[in-house]
Nanobody
Framework: QVQLVESGGGLVQAGGSLSVSCAAS????????MGWFRQAPGKEREFVAA??????????YYADSVKGRFTISRDNAKNTVYLRMNSLKPEDTAVYYC????????????????WGQGTQVTVSS
């Protein structure tokens, strides 16, 4: 059983930057694809970014809405995945969740069996 704990959310002004982290335990971290999702008030949870680690390299995927502004990365030695968010917009305001699944990264939230509790990111205009 994998446990995920997010940290690093907060309040930032539009145009600013923020990083969130997700620490994993209970599994072999390198075997898991890690994803970030977000849920804004009154909206469905949506895919943000994901990556898969392989000895041949890391594959990363981004939602169009964050491409070029957000960067997902991971440190297998620390069992941690990060999401660096630049050029933040008020519409990025949401609870950000990390998720894990064995195998390759996927876009659908129903493909991820393990979830963190979420961390709030608020972008003021």
């Amino acid at each position: 059983q994998v446990q995920l704990v997010e940290s690093g959310g907060g309040l930032v002004q539009a145009g600013g930057s923020l990083s969130v982290s997700c620490a994993a335990s209970g599994g072999t971290f390198s075997n898991y694809a890690m994803g970030w999702f977000r849920q804004a008030p009154g909206k469905e949870r949506e895919f943000v970014a994901a990556n898969t680690w392989r000895w041949s390299g890391v594959s990363t995927y981004y939602a169009d809405s964050v491409k070029g502004r957000f960067t997902i990365s991971r440190d297998n030695a620390k069992n941690t995945v990060y999401l660096r968010m630049n050029s933040l917009k008020p519409e990025d305001t949401a609870v950000y969740y990390c998720a894990a699944r064995q195998g390759d990264a996927a876009w659908g939230l129903d493909r991820y069996p393990y979830w963190g509790q979420g961390t709030q990111v608020t972008v003021s205009s």
